[in-house]
């Protein structure tokens, strides 16, 4: 069975998330933001996205991030 990247939502009215945890292979994460929101992007060996966190402002990108993914979790 091969599920599609499936991010979790978590709605607080002081600072919204979006995570979506990457596998458990080798790769770094990238983390930009400032006070308004907060990405955090897992990127592989080869540069590409794995996984991702968003905090704020910044979970307006999901749909974004969710497309850009590498492959399906399977």
């Not at 919204?16 to 790769?27: F, R, Y």
């Not at 308004?36 to 590409?48: M, T």
């Not at 966190?53 to 991030?65: D, E, F, T």
Request: charged share 15%; proline share 11%; aromatic share 6%.
């Amino acid at each position: 069975v091969v599920y599609p990247a499936m991010p979790v939502v978590v709605k607080t009215p002081a600072m919204p998330a979006v995570v979506c945890p990457p596998p458990a292979i080798a790769g770094a994460w990238r983390v930009e933001g400032d006070a308004s929101g907060l990405d955090a992007l897992f990127e592989d060996a080869q540069g590409k996205l794995r996984g991702f966190a968003l905090l704020g402002a910044a979970c307006a990108r999901k749909n974004a991030h969710v497309r850009a993914l590498a492959a399906p979790i399977g």
